[in-house]
């Protein structure tokens, strides 16, 4: 249940900084933030960055524990 819940926490941290980070025109380096579209939207994300913080996620909720 924890990795879910991280999943969640990774997603959410993904899509501010890559919304930060894309909107300035660059792709974060190792981040490889790209634009990808989701039906008629469009939204930055970076796969890297959503398992980076998925683990980090994952850790902290196994910590409380």
């Known amino acids: ?8 926490l990774g ?5 501010c ?8 025109g660059s792709s974060g380096g190792q981040l490889h933030i790209h ?3 989701v039906g008629p939207h469009a939204l930055y994300w970076s796969w890297p960055l959503f398992l980076a913080g998925t683990g980090l ?3 902290l909720l196994l910590l409380q524990r």
């Open 11 to 15: 997603a959410i941290l993904t899509g």
């Open 35 to 37: 634009l990808m579209a």
């Open 17 to 24: 900084v890559a919304l930060v980070i894309g909107s300035q």
């Open 57 to 59: 996620g994952w850790a």
């Open 1 to 8: 249940m924890e990795l879910m819940k991280a999943m969640v």
